[in-house]
């Protein structure tokens, strides 16, 4: 089992960035496929960035080129720079696995985008 400790989160203005990083146990970290997720007010959690051992990488079309994913498999941390933030962007940020682990889920960060 992994246990997934998401931070970084927080109020910005729009144009704004943020760096989350997710804290992961367990030796299992470095042979998964790990993933960012967020869940908007009211809607399902989506798929927002994938990032395998090797580091190669896969992002929704809606983040393309605004966020960054990346991992220190020395840490157990994956890492989502995210720039040009915009209203939008507000939801709770979720790290795991891909496909998820259900039993790994954590709390998530906050990221609310606001003037």
């Known amino acids: 089992q992994v246990q997934l400790v998401e931070s970084g989160g927080g109020l910005v203005q729009p144009g704004g960035s943020l760096r989350l990083s997710c804290a992961a146990s367990?030796?299992?970290?470095?042979?998964?496929?790990m993933a960012w997720y967020r869940q908007a007010p009211g809607k399902e959690r989506d798929l927002v960035a994938t990032i395998i051992q090797g580091g190669s990488t896969y992002y929704a079309d809606a983040m393309k080129g605004r966020f960054t994913i990346s991992r220190d498999n020395a840490k157990n941390t994956v890492y989502l720079q995210m720039n040009s933030l915009q209203p939008e962007d507000t939801a709770v940020y979720y790290c795991?696995?891909?496909?998820?682990?259900?039993?790994?889920w954590g709390h998530g960060t906050q990221v609310t985008v606001s003037s």
């Open positions: 367990g030796s299992i970290f470095k042979s998964l496929r």
């Open positions: 795991n696995a891909h496909p998820p682990l259900v039993s790994s």
